[in-house]
């Protein structure tokens, strides 16, 4: 597999703590988010996705929060685990016709001690 | 990974020479893209693909071209590659049909060095 040694902002936690992954994004046109996470070695994976008619959307230990007044998206991770440790990027798309790419923010790197 | 594969999955090359990486998927999915990752910057969008034989650039596309002679099959090509060429490459693949946008899902990646 593939990495990138990227110098990243890292979110440094517990395991069993709850972490929270910021993302400030600029284009107000943008309709629709998703969060990546990325292991060592490995292409990024799909977390969770939502659109901009919501606020707060829930999946298994994950919630994302979007605050559009502000342009803001965070991810919240619950009992956060050690298999939690990767790169974690949020990504927009923005209200274009069909171009449906998205725009990646740097990342931030969430390092679990056990 | 979603039936995406990249190849190849590592290639060390000189500086002038061209390059191509394949990707090829298995979801028969309208969407395909190739973006690079560098440290500090990301990923960054080079060209994506909405159909066989529509592509369109990227924030990144100087000194790459793209073709997609089939649905499964997207090709990237280093015309003339250089240092600054240097990179991971992922290549993606989406579904969505209208204005509905959906999530990306990658390959594994290929590492390129140009020397």
């Known amino acids: 597999g593939e990495s990138v040694g990227l110098h990243l902002p890292t979110l440094s936690v517990q395991e069993g703590d709850n972490s929270i992954i910021n993302c400030a994004y600029s284009n107000s046109a943008s309709d629709y988010f998703i969060w990546y996470k990325q292991e060592s070695g490995k292409g990024p994976q799909f977390i969770i996705d939502i659109r901009s008619n919501m606020d707060k959307r829930q999946g298994q230990r994950v919630t994302v929060l979007l605050n559009k007044t502000v342009k803001h998206l965070s991810l919240q991770i619950a009992a956060t685990q050690p298999g939690d440790s990767a790169v974690y990027f949020c990504a927009e798309a923005g209200m274009d016709t069909g171009r449906r790419a998205l725009t990646f923010g740097s990342g931030t790197r969430l390092q679990v001690q056990p | 990974d979603a039936g995406i594969t990249q190849s190849p999955r590592h290639k060390v090359t000189e500086t002038g020479t061209p390059v191509t990486l394949r990707c090829h998927q298995t979801e028969n999915h309208r969407y395909m893209y190739w973006y690079r990752q560098d440290p500090g910057h990301g990923l960054r969008l080079i060209h994506y693909?909405?159909?066989?034989?529509?592509?369109d650039k990227g924030e990144v596309s100087d000194g790459y071209s793209v073709s997609r002679s089939k649905t499964e099959d997207f090709l990237l090509t280093l015309e003339s590659a250089t240092s600054s060429q240097t990179s991971v490459y992922f290549c993606a693949i989406s579904a969505g049909t209208g204005n509905l946008r959906t999530e990306a899902f990658f390959g594994q990646g290929t590492r390129l060095t140009v020397v």
């Open positions: 693909s909405y159909g066989v034989k529509d592509t």
